[in-house]
Every structure is written in structure tokens, then in C-alpha cells.
């Protein structure tokens, strides 16, 4: 036996299932369950990378290093930008003009309905110190205590606290205007449109809240798949049709490259794909309610696998800056923080 052949015929076999991955996720975006999931943690399909690239080393044959170079290409379309060395970004960031204002922070988090810490989840929010905050999963507690403890920090608020997990709310130091809608799916939260004034120009802010795809029946991962790209559609012809810049944000259940996610960021830009660095995983985090739990469902699961929140802008904004916000150990998603300036 041959074993450079050997060593040779397994990189061969690892790019051609990257490119595999890659033709499938072109054509068919999250057509069946398991490309979805594939889409959803797409990252990890990089995992072997290093170690085909020892095998090539091993092998010393030509197509193993050529299998070896489409593998690295596929692997810096999955991870973008944001892996790139922080002082070229940062090198590219302040190419731009210094913004006439300051930048305009906008952060967005799901803070879980069953967490009950919301002396914790208010100081989270002082620390990041953000312009908007949008949040997702709101109960009625929670929005009781937080316009208790940082309402003098922010004074116009919309909020539609639920017991459930379909509370949303927005606390804001600008003034707020709600925008009606009729924007119909099987939202975990309705969306929240309210239209605000920055830096001299009106936009629009939208909090949204997508229905998820739990992995527990093939079935109803199918139906949620299509109605979460039913509903994104519905907020992306609501942008289409707006005269103001716009900006969307929320827990979108959806991870980067996915089908849901391609369908915005054909209408917007993401902010952590402008200024983020680093994968900006924000999703899932073991929370002591589960862990305190012997029954817990998540006990299992390791802490943030993927990135499914997001801060989406129209073109007439840029990020400045991107990173997550400070987290209250409490609950299962890691806020995202964005500081946008006019373009």
C-alpha cells in the first residue's frame, strides 16, 4: 500500500466535501434539514482543515496541496472578514472619514424569558451604555424592573412585555415614534417598528424576533425553515418599501449562512461583517437556570456554537464598530452591540 496515496486520497476526499457543501448551499440553500443544520454550523466543517493540511505535508503530492489550496478558499469564504489580523481592520476602518456625530449605538439581545436576574441583566445594559437597546423575550417582570433600574437612562421606551417567550421591547434615549404595520408569520415576537431622529435625518428602527427551528422533529424543521424565510421576506418587503434608512435588528434564528440570513443581507449590510472581529458566536450559553436543572435540556450543549443575532443597516449607515456587549451570565444569548454612522 501506498500510503501517500492514502494520505492524498483523504485531503481529496475532505475538499471535495467542502465543495460539495459549498454547490449545495449555492443551489439549494437550506432545501433539507440536514443542509440547514450543515449552513447553521458551517464553521465547523473547517474543523479538519489543519489537519489535511499535515496530510499534505506527509503526502508531499501535488494534488493533495491542491485539494489542500481549494479547501483554504472555501474556508475563507465561511469565515469572512472577520478573521482577518484586528490591525488590518482596523487599518481599514479609519481609511473612512471621522463621522460629523457621534456614532449612533444600537444593541441587541435576547434576554431570555425564564431569567429572573434583572438587577444583572440592567447592569449588563449600563456597562455596554448603548444609544437603543431592542430586546427580545421581555416579560412583563422583567420590563417592570429594568424601566425601574434604568429608566432615567432611557426615557422613551415601546414595549410589549408578554409572560412568554414572545415579549419585546425597545428602551431608547432618543424619542420614539411607533410605525404601524401589519407584518403577519408565526413570530416568537411580533415585530416592533418605531421610527427615531439621528444626527439631523429620520430612520427607521425594526426589532424582529423570527420563529426558531428546534432539532427535534425532521418534520417540523422543515415547516419552521419555510416559515422563518416567509417571515424574513415579509420584513424585507416592509424595508423595500420604507423612504427612510433602516435599521433591523434582533434574534433572527437564523445563523450566517443560512437561507434566512442571505435574504436580508441581500436588501442590508451586517454590521458585525463591517466592523466585528472574530466569529461573534452568540448563541447558545449554558444559563445557571439550566445548569441548576438535572432535567435540563441544554446541560449537554457547549456554549456559544453560532452567531444568530444580529445588527442589520441600510447603505446609507456604516459601522463603526461592532463587538458583543457585555452578558449577564443569565441568559442563553450574548448581546451584540454596533455603533453605526451616517455614510
Known sequence: M???????????????GLVVWALCRHYWPDRWWWLFLLNSFAVYLLVPLPLALGLAVLSGQMVAWLACGLAILI????????????????????????PAAAPLRVLTWNVLNKNTKHHATAAAL????????CLQELTCAAANDLCALLGEHYPYRLLAAQPDDSGMGI???Y??????????????????????RYAGRDLTLINAHPISTPPTNLLHMHVTMKQRADEVRTLIAFVAAQTTPIIMVGDFNAAAHSHAYDLVRAELRDAWVEAGVGLGHTFPGKHPIDNGDPNG??????KWLTRIDFVFHSAHLRTHAARLAPWDNCSDHRPVLAQLVWE
Not at 75 to 98: D, T
Request: hydrophobic residues 45%.
Open 2 to 16: 501506498n500510503w501517500n496515496d492514502v494520505l492524498t486520497g483523504l485531503v481529496v476526499v475532505y475538499a471535495a
Open 75 to 98: 474556508a475563507a469564504y465561511v469565515l469572512g472578514p472577520n478573521v482577518w489580523p484586528l490591525g488590518l481592520r482596523r487599518l481599514g476602518r479609519e481609511a473612512k472619514a471621522s
Open 171 to 173: 428602551f431608547s434615549r
Open 126 to 133: 449600563q456597562q455596554a451604555d448603548a444609544d437603543i437597546v
Open 175 to 196: 424619542p420614539l415614534q411607533p410605525v404601524p404595520h401589519d407584518m403577519q408569520g408565526v413570530w416568537i415576537g411580533p415585530p416592533q417598528v418605531a421610527r427615531l
Open 297 to 302: 435540556g441544554e446541560r449537554w450543549i457547549p
